[in-house]
């Protein structure tokens, strides 16, 4: 019995018998549920392969801010601002500054 549903399996000969509409049905749905997992498989791999490329520009962006804040820390030093103005011949104030008061009507 097993022998003779391998070679009718073998032969192809199960695909034309007369209860053959079964094993057809049986092979479509198989067929769409392939072409099903392979579609969902390459989606897979598409997001895999977009959530790395998002990731390596999340390292690039946040090496960017990490250095742009880095550069503006050391602009706002305060040798650095004495610096610069005193290439435009701009240097700190001798005389202290005073303190003003301002009284309300009240």
Known sequence: MVKKSVYSVLRGTFL?????????RLILFL?????????SSHSADRKVHEIAQLNEEVKELRSAFVEGRSKLMRLKMESSVR???????IGPSIIPP???KVRSKN
């Open 98 to 100: 005073k303190k003003i």
């Open 83 to 89: 610096r610069k103005l005193a290439e435009k011949g």
């Open 31 to 39: 067929s769409l549920l392939a072409v099903v997992m392979i579609a």
């Open 16 to 24: 034309i018998s007369d209860d053959s509409f079964k094993n057809w």
